[in-house]
């Protein structure tokens, strides 16, 4: 067992798009165990868009990451020493170790079953794979022959979303960024349709795919995108606010949705939800994505860095959009 | 009986504000009733800042009102002849006669109850009330207890929409424009309290008035003030889209909220509504609205001009923010 831990901590506060300078990589000593707790060996870390909102103190879902602390992040990681009944050395587990080589955990680690792929675990089986489920099923009310649009839709959380909207008997079109990540929505994925944001006119892709207008619209990127959709809802529409990967670098907020006010006219609602106030009825979500996972009938992809080094350049990734699907690093 | 009808027609869509010229007054053959039908005498007309909308030939929730046609206006008036069972001569009726001085109506026409004051059927008592009620009960899901704000306090749906609120026990907070209609919602109507945007910093107020948040935002006007209260909405909060009269005269849409994104944090909804959507459920809010009138508990104001002559006229008033009250025009 190495003497030392290394943790990658907050170091300011980003300003625009998070540089590597905004994080300091510390050497400290091995943490040791108490009462009721257990020594993890992080293996897996990551990353989620959300983070840069967790590194600026404005209001938000939760507290930000103080200044000269270990930056927070799920990961998955292997018990080493346990105080804790429950948890043997070996079991793997996943939970906010954060950005740290070694990290002290509690009960509210989550241990995982023999044999899950800890890939899985840190998407399609965890936050990922729950925020989408009950984003689209609970807060969009999805309905079987609902038109669905999804933004980011090669992205971890927007790739299960379509799945998801496939099985429950949806007509499905993703929006994600080049040839490449289209071709796998509708290659791979089961999508209806792709609209490449890069290379075509998404409002005019839209009109054509979705001629009676969208039904449920699962948004993971905001700006000039949400608008086109807001364009074209049709009656009665749900705008489930998942994420807007759009302005999270942006220092002042961008301008809103122009076309919001299409809600009226369509009797339509926007509703925004945080995964935490659905995490009683995981289990739930769980169940079902198991199944399907083990049939193969959800298909998924991760973009895996390795080095625990490089937790900083991994994270930018996710807004460079140069990560194909849940975006990882393996230590 | 008079020999001709006088009509104003659409006689362009208007661009950027409302222009008289965009009307064109004319004199026609006096209508005659058929069978099934009643012939009206038009004695008020009602204006409502959603008119706007109505004659631009853009997405809504009715068909815009065609090029040459009489504009669309609800009304109260009095039956002169009648070929339709029910109806006799002498009846008060309202309901969509336009904007002429005399009109042929059908079954869909209501008949007032006898002594109802037409200025109370065009507004508390009319569609403004039905808007009020059901916007905030049923949309805003309005609870006791609740933090209600409400833009275009002042205004026929928004002073009844706070009064509502407060016989269901919320505390209220209006934003109207000048002293006068501030003073108006405390002193008269029993806001809790009233912010005058144009002489006032809205936010600072707001986040005085409201330190826990705002629950629910009944919102009239949109722009920079629908801003200001996503910025301070509570956990779970309502924000109910009943208009946005700060929109209706400009010709590109604007920017839209840039607070949108609070909805997520604070896992809140904005939702959007047309009161036809109600008129099925009209007797329910007739009911409690008629109570509370009769009881003297709901104040009201009507702006009211006269002469048809002065209907395009009249409509100005609403987006210059002349009128106080509803907006009504006595012929």
């Known amino acids: 067992m190495s003497e030392t831990n290394r943790q990658w901590l907050l170091h300011a506060r980003p300003v625009g798009m998070v540089k590597e300078s905004d994080f300091e990589l510390r050497t400290s000593p091995m943490p040791k165990p108490g009462d009721g707790q257990v020594l993890v060996r992080t293996r897996w870390l990551a990353f989620e868009p959300a983070m840069r909102g967790w590194m600026v103190d404005r209001p938000n879902y939760i507290p930000p990451v103080g200044i000269g602390e270990v930056m927070r992040g799920m990961a998955v990681g292997e018990v080493v020493e346990s105080n804790l009944d429950g948890y043997a050395p070996g079991d793997r587990v996943s939970g906010m170790l954060g950005w740290q080589e070694w990290a002290l955990g509690d009960g509210a680690l989550r241990k995982l079953p023999e044999g899950t792929d800890p890939r899985l675990a840190l998407s399609v ?15 969009g009310q999805l309905k079987e022959g609902d038109v669905v649009v999804i933004s980011g839709a090669a992205g971890a959380t927007g790739s299960v979303a379509g799945q998801i909207a ?17 071709s796998w929505l509708t290659d791979k994925a089961g999508f209806d349709a792709a609209i490449d944001y890069k290379n075509e006119d998404v409002g005019a892709r839209l009109s054509e795919l979705c001629p009676d207008g969208i039904d449920v619209f699962f948004d993971n990127v905001g700006g000039p995108i949400l608008d086109e959709v807001l364009a074209r809802i049709a009656r009665g529409a749900r705008v489930v606010i998942c994420g807007a990967i759009s302005r999270y670098n942006e220092e002042e907020a961008p301008p809103g949705p122009r076309n919001y006010y299409r809600i009226v006219a369509q009797r339509a609602r926007m509703e925004g939800f945080v995964v935490i106030d659905f995490l009683a009825r ?20 991760a973009d895996v860095q390795k080095g625990f080094e490089n937790a900083p350049r991994t994270l930018q990734r996710l807004y460079t959009g140069a990560n194909f699907g849940k975006q990882l690093l393996e230590l």
């Open 282 to 301: 995981a289990a739930e979500a769980a169940a079902e994505l198991t199944k399907w996972v083990a049939e193969g009938s959800i298909v998924w992809e």
């Open 166 to 182: 496939k099985r429950k008997g949806c007509r499905v079109v993703g929006i994600a960024g080049g040839a490449e990540k289209c």
């Open 125 to 139: 089986l965890g936050l990922t794979g729950i925020t989408a489920y009950f984003g689209l099923l609970e807060v």
